[in-house]
Structure formats: C-alpha cells, structure tokens
C-alpha cells in the first residue's frame, strides 16, 4: 500500500471509529501493523481524541491489593504459577487487607481491586473458602465506600451471584488470548471455554467485567485482532492489554525478548475499537516511566497503585516501584498534570459505572454493543 493509500485507509477507520461503528477484522490488522510513524503519530493523536470524546480529560484510579499469592494453576508465563519455588507465597489477614484498602480510598483511589491467584484456601474449601471472600469484599466495600472489583480466576457461577450480592461491581479475569492453541500453551489444563463463560456468567449475574490480552508471548498480529473481537462479543466494558513480563523460574523465563512498543500501539487501536469504554494503563509494566505512552495513547484508567509498607506484591512485576512509592496517587498526579488530564473524581467513576450497568441488558449479552 502506498503511503497515499495507507493515510486514506486510516482515515476512513478513524471515521468509522468516531461514528462507534464496529472495525472489521481487517482495520484491526491494519491499525496493528502499522509502523510509517507518521502514521502512528495520527493513529495515537485518533486515540486520545476519541478518549476526549468520551471522557473529556478524567483518568480514573484503581487501588490494587494482591492479596493472595498462591495458586492452584500453572500458568507458562506467571510467577506465581503452582510449582514455581522461587516465587514470593503469602497471603493476607482481612484485616490487612481491609487496612490496605482504607489506605488506597484515603489516597484518592476510584475503585479497590481484589486480586488473588486461583487459591485453594478460598477455592477448594466450599463454603467455608467462599465465605471469607464474600466477608471480604462487604467488608472492603463498606470501609472504602468505593467500587470493589474482584479477580479470583475460575470460580463457579454461583459465587459470582454471590460476589455481586457482596457489593463487588467487577469481575476481571483474562482469557490472555483468543487463539485456543496459544491458549492452551499459555494456561496449562485450564478449559478455554469455561474461562470464557465465565465472563458472561459475570454480566447476568450484574458484574462488570474486564477481560484482557497477554502480548510479547507467541501471539500475532492476527490472534490480537481476533481478540479485540471476542472481547467486544463478549461487551467487554474495561478492556486491558500487558506485555509479557520473563519472571523468574517460569518455563518462558528466557522465550520470548520483551517489546514495550506493541503494548502501547494496541492500547490505541483498543481505543479505535472500544472508543467509550476503559482501557487501562498499567503500572506493572514499566512501573510510574511507562505511564505517560500509555496515556498517549489513549488509556483512560491507571491500574496497580499499590500502597508501600504492607508487604504486597504486583503481578508481572511483583516489586517494581511499590516501596519507593511510586505507584502512588500523588505521583500519578504529576504525570496527568503534564499531560493536561486530571484525576476524575470517585462521583464521576460511580456515574459512569452507573450509566454504564443500564447498558448491560442481559438479553443482549452476545451481540456486540457499540458505544
Ligand atoms: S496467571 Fe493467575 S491462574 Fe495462572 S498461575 Fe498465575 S496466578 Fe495462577
């Protein structure tokens, strides 16, 4: 294709993204594969304007406390996969947890994140493990008086009612990637389709769901765009993409060299392709360095502000920034003032959350929802 060409075509999908028409699979690969930087200065430029568009200039916060690191699976590409030795097990007291949490909604977080790996304590004990859980997160919800969100992994669909009647406004719970083969590589005997259930379980039973993509681990141009398509099939409503971390006494510890350019050009074609919903920048990537790319590039909500001094751990990099401090509301703030966006306030997350719980119409879970 011509430059000529290129610059047309892009234009007709930014078009087509404006009107929130849905991007065919072809646009998607088109937008992914892009690399005249000319041309991705004006895709980013397209995905920060369709953020204005939909969010004015308000970022939204979350609070993330990992509170379990231990898991039953044995996910290639985690840390705290089952039968890694070298990763750091603990698990927290709700009480730690409830402290932490306070902590996070004092500073200025929107939202408490619940994270855990797929914990027998809690998983495998019936409802003994279940209860704990839903105590948790009534407890977190009525301190914090913030959104809870809980990622647990697989749960039954029961618990997920039982989550919802807790308080819990989210689920999140990646699939990683679309293509099953990469997905049966990635997620060693986990079931591609119950993973996926389970996020339409999430929707009827009134939760919020976030599903996200692992790149930098075998996956083409092609298996993303395939994503971005299950992922609005599903009526996703916050959509997340991280690059591959290599950690530390995994089986893809030294797979797969680490390329932080593709993160950031799919945050934007995430927001082509999902103009009004919320795509997260992560700071377990490239910790507080890596914030202002992904917000160049269209991202909408600041994931993994993890309070210091309390002994807790992030995902795909369990230590990076969180003693020093910087996985702070306060350093976030710095960043968003540069870039001429603020901290949205907790009543602006609670309205959009709102508005965006009426969109959720049960019968219409499976067709694809544009903004
Ligand atoms: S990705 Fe989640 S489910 Fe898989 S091993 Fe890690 S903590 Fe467990």
Redesign the pocket.
């Known amino acids: 294709m011509t430059n000529n060409n290129a610059e047309t075509a892009l234009e007709k999908i930014i078009e087509k993204s404006d009107k929130c028409s849905p991007l065919t699979k072809e646009d998607l690969v088109f937008l992914l594969s892009i690399d005249d930087v000319s041309l991705k200065k004006r895709l980013f430029e397209a995905a920060r304007d369709a953020r204005s568009q939909h969010f004015d200039n308000k970022i939204f916060l979350y609070g993330f406390l990992y509170l379990s690191t231990y898991?039953r699976?044995?996910?290639r590409f985690?840390y705290?996969?089952?039968p890694n030795m070298a990763s750091r097990r603990y698990r927290k007291d709700n009480d730690e947890v409830v402290e932490a949490a306070k902590r996070l909604a004092a500073s200025g977080v929107h939202l408490i994140d619940l994270t855990m790996?797929?914990d027998p304590y809690f998983l495998d004990r019936g409802e003994k493990g279940f209860k704990k859980l839903t105590g948790l997160i009534s407890e977190v919800k009525s301190e914090t008086s913030l959104p809870v969100m809980i990622s647990p992994?697989v749960v039954p669909d029961i618990l997920l009612g039982d989550f919802s009647k807790a308080g819990a406004d989210w689920y999140a719970c990646y699939q990683e990637t679309h293509n099953r083969k990469l997905f049966s590589k990635l997620?060693l005997d986990q079931n591609y389709d119950e993973r996926i259930g389970k996020k339409y379980s999430a929707h009827n039973s009134g939760l919020l769901i976030e599903e996200g993509i692992l790149t930098g681990v075998g996956d083409h141009i092609e298996d993303i765009a395939d994503s971005i398509i299950a992922m609005r099939e599903m009526d996703a409503d916050q959509i997340r993409v991280m690059s591959f971390v290599p950690q530390e006494g995994t089986p893809l510890f030294d797979k797969f060299p680490a390329d932080p350019q593709k993160e950031i050009q799919i945050i934007a074609v995430l927001r082509m392709a999902f103009p009004d919903r919320l795509i997260p920048a992560s700071l377990d990537i490239d910790g507080l360095d890596g914030l202002k790319p992904r917000l160049d590039a269209g991202a909408n909500v600041v994931t993994s502000l993890v309070p210091p001094g309390q002994g807790l751990a992030g995902v795909a990099q369990s230590e990076l920034d969180i003693e020093e401090d910087r996985r702070s509301v306060e350093s976030v703030k710095r960043i968003l003032s540069d870039e001429s966006l603020r901290v949205a306030t907790v009543d602006e997350y609670k309205s959009w959350i709102k508005i965006r719980c009426s969109h959720v119409d049960k019968k219409t879970l499976k067709e694809s929802v544009a903004c």
Request: charged share 35%; with cysteine.
């Open positions: 898991c699976n044995r996910c985690c705290f996969r089952n790996g797929e992994g997620r």
